[in-house]
């Protein structure tokens, strides 16, 4: 059965500094891997993807992530971090064409900004 | 501005009533879900549509009924609402099953 570990329930971060959130996933094929934020008080946004390629993903907000296959992880970075950034952050694994009903995500990692 | 509009927005319910939670996207999206989203659970799927008149169980359906009667809506209905149900729920969207999701801000619910 696929399923995702965002082993830090919460990290806090001072304004200006870098940023890793884990990620490790399980699954039986090559993976189609999300990482998705949720600010207070709202829905999830798609922060980044990855499904083949590049193993080096860029998204929106300055952010990145890594696929290490060997690893089985999809760590999300960010080199300096702002007080906006202070949000829930969600991995997700499922397969390519599989669907989003089988989409399994993680239980989320709370990031609070310090100045 | 396009996106998924959800009603309501917060919801305190007697335990054994009946409520319906809506769900209206603007995008022409094919795909429609709703999630629960409990503390240290993450997300999980209740159930989803992935085109227009089919509806699907996701991965904790009890209690909830859905219908999906055109591409724009997708309610989701607790017949009997118990405590256990207090969550919040989010709707979402997306242009095809296989593609990254669109999602509203969320209904919290309380039963009491």
């Known amino acids: 059965a696929q399923s995702v570990t965002q082993p830090d329930i919460h990290i806090t971060v001072s304004e200006g500094a870098s940023l890793e959130l884990r990620c490790n996933y399980s699954y039986g094929a090559t993976p189609y891997l999300f990482w998705y934020v949720q600010s207070p008080g709202q829905g999830l946004q798609l922060l980044l993807k990855y499904f083949s390629g590049d193993t080096l993903v860029q998204g929106i907000k300055g952010f990145e992530a890594e696929f290490k296959r060997s690893q089985s992880s999809f760590n999300l970075r960010k080199p300096s971090v702002h007080w906006s950034d202070a949000a829930e952050y969600f991995c997700?694994?499922?397969?390519?064409?599989?669907?989003?009903?089988?989409?399994?995500f993680g239980t989320g990692t709370r990031l609070t900004i310090i100045p | 501005i396009a996106g998924i509009t959800q009603a309501p927005t917060s919801q305190i319910l007697a335990a054994g009533r009946r409520m319906t939670l809506r769900c209206t996207q603007d995008m022409r999206h094919n795909a429609m879900y709703w999630y629960r989203q409990d503390l240290g659970l993450g997300l999980r799927l209740i159930h989803y549509?992935?085109?227009?008149?089919?509806?699907g169980k996701g991965e904790v359906p009890d209690g909830y009924s859905v219908s999906r009667a055109n591409t724009d809506d997708f309610p989701l209905t607790l017949a009997s609402a118990v405590p256990s149900q207090t969550s919040v729920y989010f709707c979402?969207?997306?242009?095809?099953?296989?593609?990254?999701?669109?999602f509203g801000d969320g209904t919290r619910l309380s039963i009491l």
């Open positions: 549509s992935n085109t227009a008149g089919t509806t």
């Open positions: 979402a969207s997306s242009l095809d099953r296989n593609q990254p999701q669109h």
């Open positions: 997700a694994v499922g397969g390519i064409n599989s669907g989003n009903e089988k989409l399994t």
